[in-house]
């Protein structure tokens, strides 16, 4: 268990439309970020979010955004979905502590979004 | 910015046998790499990673190795059984402070025959 829970599991959504996330981490996890993984393809990053401020961000247009609450829940909002937005969708936290289990980093079991 | 390439794309071995997968890096300030496991529909799973300090580290039937001259690092399973049978994914990192950006491999498909 990986203490990092996403919801939905799956849905489907029509082009055009727009699409919220959202995932729970552990007390504590103060860094959270987002991946896109296509069929077939590894995880891509999309952002990360340290203290409630996004703090790093991939090759993703604007139309991906998330926030971070001081709860340590997190969203990704996706507008405008396109067709290639079809995913598995996974957040990742880091884990807290020093030394090594400090900078383990744990995926939640993602949600898997289909555009139609 | 980073960049990882994973060998082979797919790899098929005998119960019993050895696996090794292989994965280069660009980035010389990465410092943390880990091995993922994914079984088919679920997320990704932490199996072993190596930090820069260490050259090798084990956990049972499975060890990673690093050459940080060279850039490159391998997962090496032993004794391969039918349940090791997943998509292996590595990645690299540059860790610390509050930047935990993980760039990935495209994946390597081992299939484990009885």
């Known amino acids: 268990e990986t203490g990092v829970t996403q919801s939905p599991t799956h849905l489907i959504k029509t082009r055009g439309q727009q699409v919220t996330l959202r995932c729970s981490s552990q007390s504590g996890h103060n860094t959270v970020s987002w991946y896109q993984q296509a069929l077939g393809q590894g995880p891509q990053f999309i952002f990360q979010y340290y203290r409630e401020e996004e703090n790093g961000r991939g090759n993703f247009p604007p139309r991906f955004s998330g926030l971070q609450f001081p709860n340590y829940s997190s969203e990704l909002n996706v507008n405008a979905l396109e067709l290639d937005d079809s995913a598995l969708y996974l957040c990742?936290?880091?884990?807290?502590?020093?030394?090594?289990?400090?900078?383990?980093?744990?995926f939640g079991e993602g949600s898997w979004l289909t555009v139609v | 910015g980073e960049n990882v390439e994973q060998h082979p794309s797919t790899l098929s071995v005998q119960e019993g046998d050895s696996a090794v997968i292989k994965c280069t890096y660009s980035?010389?300030?990465?410092?943390?790499f880990p091995w993922y496991k994914q079984e088919l529909g679920k997320r990704p799973q932490l199996i072993i990673d190596i930090r820069s300090n260490v050259g090798e580290k084990k956990d049972q039937r499975i060890a990673v190795t690093l050459n940080k001259t060279a850039k490159h690092f391998s997962l090496h399973i032993t004794e391969t059984q039918p349940e090791d049978s997943a998509v292996y994914f590595c990645?690299?990192?540059?860790?610390?402070?509050?930047?935990?950006?993980?760039?990935f491999g495209k994946g390597t498909l081992l299939t484990v025959n009885p």
């Open positions: 990645a690299a990192s540059q860790s610390g402070g509050s930047n935990y950006k993980l760039t």
């Open positions: 980035d010389s300030a990465s410092n943390y």
């Open positions: 990742a936290s880091r884990g807290t502590g020093t030394g090594d289990s400090g900078n383990t980093i744990y």
